[in-house]
């Protein structure tokens, strides 16, 4: 793998929900506000998306992001080096959702795990909002959340 290709960290977890119903959820994402039925994992990050149909820009207060969606993923990047990947695939209690973060910095490329070094509950923070999400996902669809491990 490439440096662009390694995750950072990883973190993946369980929705007992078909890959159908947390696609319908996860992936839906079109021009308007941000919320519960638009871009739900980034719902609490609020702003406005423009674009489509699969590449949209998110306006957010403070921040400009890309968002991008395909049949099995929702990619979220911005800064100068964040690229977050929330991907679904089938699992046997349902749908396996994996969130990935990556470093896709073009320049001082060996910065970012030395300025990630500083904020040393990186990994944590990230795995503790991946938390938060599964909930809310479970929440909103009325079923059971499993997190996983994760690196």
Same mark, same amino acid.
């Given at each position: 793998?490439?440096?662009?290709?390694?995750?950072?960290? @990883?973190?993946?977890?369980?929705? @007992?929900?078909?890959?159908?119903?947390?696609?319908? &959820?996860? &992936? $839906?994402?079109?021009?308007?506000?941000?919320?519960? +039925?638009?871009?739900?994992?980034?719902? @609490? +990050?609020?702003?406005?998306?423009?674009?489509?149909?699969?590449?949209?820009?998110?306006?957010?207060?403070? +921040?400009?992001?890309?968002? @991008?969606?395909?049949?099995?993923?929702?990619? =979220?990047?911005?800064?100068?080096?964040?690229?977050?990947?929330? $991907?679904?695939?089938?699992?046997?209690?349902?749908?396996?959702?994996? +969130?990935?973060? $990556?470093?896709?910095?073009?320049?001082?490329?060996?910065?970012?795990?030395?300025?990630?070094?500083?904020?040393? $509950?990186?990994?944590?923070?990230?795995?503790?909002?991946?938390? =938060?999400?599964?909930?809310?996902?479970?929440?909103? &669809?009325?079923?059971?959340?499993?997190?996983?491990?994760?690196?």
């Amino acid at each position: 793998m490439t440096p662009a290709e390694t995750p950072l960290c @990883e973190v993946r977890g369980v929705v @007992e929900a078909p890959v159908d119903r947390v696609a319908g &959820l996860i &992936l $839906r994402v079109r021009p308007g506000p941000v919320g519960r +039925h638009n871009c739900f994992p980034l719902a @609490e +990050h609020g702003g406005t998306l423009t674009g489509g149909p699969d590449r949209f820009v998110l306006a957010a207060p403070g +921040h400009t992001m890309t968002v @991008e969606v395909g049949p099995d993923r929702l990619a =979220v990047q911005g800064g100068w080096w964040y690229r977050g990947e929330y $991907r679904l695939a089938p699992d046997p209690a349902g749908t396996l959702l994996v +969130h990935q973060v $990556r470093n896709v910095a073009e320049r001082l490329r060996w910065g970012v795990p030395l300025a990630n070094g500083f904020f040393r $509950r990186f990994g944590p923070r990230t795995r503790e909002g991946f938390a =938060v999400l599964l909930d809310r996902v479970g929440a909103e &669809l009325g079923c059971p959340v499993r997190l996983l491990g994760g690196r």
